[in-house]
């Protein structure tokens, strides 16, 4: 007789849990339990006028599944700053889990794998003999359950008219509509997405003028690992980060340069940086993998395509590449440096295959030195400022870096990843000291290998995860436009950048997919930009 009453009170209390379990961490409070949620009369509805078996085994698997999605919000919020999206974000599980065993070591990362089949296993067993259970009790008395479900249903959803009672919630019913309705309408955005790419009128600049405002000069686009806005903004970071800044902009004082800062709109956040490179390259905003895939298989010209048609020999230094990289054809390079092609020999930094300082080096020996060059274009990634941001290097005269193996005892020094991370606030420590020594190296770089006909583009991809960012972290990312000739910032006037490294409060903030427009606009003739308004749409 007891486990007759106690089986349905239990199943009853873990379907309820599953349906007043928000799809957030930080709503996951104590008064959750105190509101009733309108699921839970509509599915007692249901048993009592549908075969209850096959109605409570579909209802087990679909909330499974909804209880599932709830927990991938909650990771993607933490990772991606937005919730988790089903079209878009399912091909992420492989790369994240890779990223994850770097940081935490593979046997945890196996046996967490493992541990999370397992959960969701036992979660939809659960589920489902929990409907079972209760749908059973309702079809022995389906009159009662029936009404009493009914008019419980109609005063629920009478209550939920008055948006400030909080008494009757209807989340996981959310939650539902709005996977449908994402879903759909990620899928209609690659349609739109496809029909945006084809129109790029700046294929109608003539070679001979497009870029000509640059003529001569070294182009390079370099994008700084995980360096967002809240490095310089967030006080974990911001004296640390600013003082490295105002350190760079007296280097370049030095050596004659000067600097343009200001912020852009990243595409994505806490990963997936091939995002942010691919929209600054296209003009585009490429803010998932479908996008990006479909991207990749157009004719739509890049940055790249621009500067190659003006006649720069254009090149990607790619430390990070340690795999075939078939789309790296679509972009439009002469020559792609991965990570085997730069020659380090060194150990590497966990995940991170070199330091910033060997990219740095090895690829102005491979390109930068070579007689009778044409002048040159250049995408790099500097990766050092990478998660898991342990251990980290130092910068060491350049004569020295060699092969790379010099930068072995920096590699095996300080707490292994697994340790690290076991504290935020070390976490954070490191990743502002990544940061530094990732800004600290590319001055260096410039004051030593610089001269006036070097132009630097340095920009963030993206923000770190939210535990180093810092929750409600946003997309923006800082941008710097550094040169030896003075002609070269003159043409940025317009564009209202700070001057200097350290872009004020009020610095102009553009979606990341401008900037293709800008430097196209800035330095290429009138003439030439004519052609643009001309094939316009």
């Known amino acids: 007789m007891k486990r007759a009453i106690w089986a349905p009170l239990l199943a009853g209390l873990v379907v309820f849990l599953a349906l007043v379990l928000p799809d957030r961490w930080d709503q996951v409070q104590p008064q959750i339990l105190l509101q009733v949620p309108l699921e839970l009369p509509v599915l007692v509805l249901l048993f009592a006028l549908l075969p209850w078996r096959f109605t409570a085994f579909a209802a087990g698997l679909l909330l499974a599944l909804l209880v599932t999605l ?33 940081a935490a070591g593979w046997p945890v990362a196996l046996a967490a794998a493992a541990g999370t089949v397992a959960a969701l296993g036992l979660l939809a067993f659960v589920l ?49 509509l709005t996977e449908a309705e994402t879903t759909w309408a990620s899928i209609d955005d690659l349609v739109a997405f496809g029909a945006e790419a084809a129109v790029d009128p700046f294929r109608a600049v003539p070679p001979d003028q497009l870029l000509s405002g640059l003529a001569g000069k070294d182009v390079l686009v370099v994008f700084v690992e995980s360096y967002g806005r809240s490095a310089l903004d967030n006080p974990w970071y911001a004296d640390g980060v600013r003082a490295t800044l105002a350190g760079f902009d007296r280097t370049l004082a030095a050596k004659g340069f000067a600097a343009r800062s200001g912020f852009l709109v990243s595409p994505t956040f806490g990963g997936q940086s ?16 479908r996008r990006y895939d479909t991207l990749v298989v157009s004719d739509r010209s890049t940055l790249t395509h621009d500067f190659q048609r003006a006649g720069w020999r254009t090149v990607a230094v790619m430390p990070g590449i340690t795999k075939a990289w078939p789309e790296a054809g679509f972009f439009g390079y002469d020559q792609v440096y991965a990570a085997q092609d730069l020659g380090y020999r060194g150990l590497p930094f966990d995940w991170v295959t070199m330091p910033d300082q060997f990219t740095l080096e090895a690829f102005d020996r491979l390109e930068r030195r070579t007689p009778g060059r044409r002048p040159l274009m250049v995408e790099m990634a500097l990766l050092s400022s990478h998660l898991p941001w342990t251990p980290l290097p130092a910068l060491i005269p350049w004569d020295r870096v060699g092969d790379g193996r010099v930068f072995d005892g920096f590699a095996q020094a300080g707490d292994p990843p697994d340790v690290v991370w076991r504290d935020p606030g070390r976490v954070r420590d490191q990743y502002r000291r990544s940061i530094e020594y990732s800004l600290s190296v590319l001055a260096s770089y410039i004051a030593t290998r610089g001269d006036k ?85």
């Open 70 to 102: 709830k927990f991938a919000d909650m990771g993607a919020q933490q990772f991606l700053g937005r919730p988790f999206n089903l079209v878009l974000d399912s091909h992420l599980l492989g790369p994240g889990w890779v990223v994850f065993a770097a």
């Open 453 to 537: 006909d070097l132009v630097v583009i340095a920009l963030g991809d993206h923000e770190p995860i939210a535990l180093v960012s810092g929750e409600g972290g946003g997309h923006q990312v800082p941008v710097h436009v550094i040169a030896g000739d003075p002609a070269v910032l003159a043409r940025l006037e317009g564009w209202g950048f700070t001057p200097g490294m350290v872009p004020a409060a009020d610095a102009p903030v553009w979606p990341m997919e401008a900037l293709r427009g800008r430097l196209l606009a800035a330095f290429t003739p009138a003439g030439g930009m004519a052609a643009v308004s001309r094939s316009a749409p």
């Open 274 to 289: 091939w995002l942010a490179h691919s929209t600054l390259a296209a003009g585009l905003r490429i803010d998932n993998q």
């Open 128 to 176: 489902v003999k929990s409907m079972v259970v209760l749908a059973r009790l309702v079809a022995g008395y389906r009159r009662v359950t029936g009404l009493a479900a009914a008019a419980l249903t109609v005063a629920g959803a009478g209550l939920m008219a008055w948006p400030s009672q909080q008494l009757v919630a209807a989340g996981t019913s959310r939650l539902a």
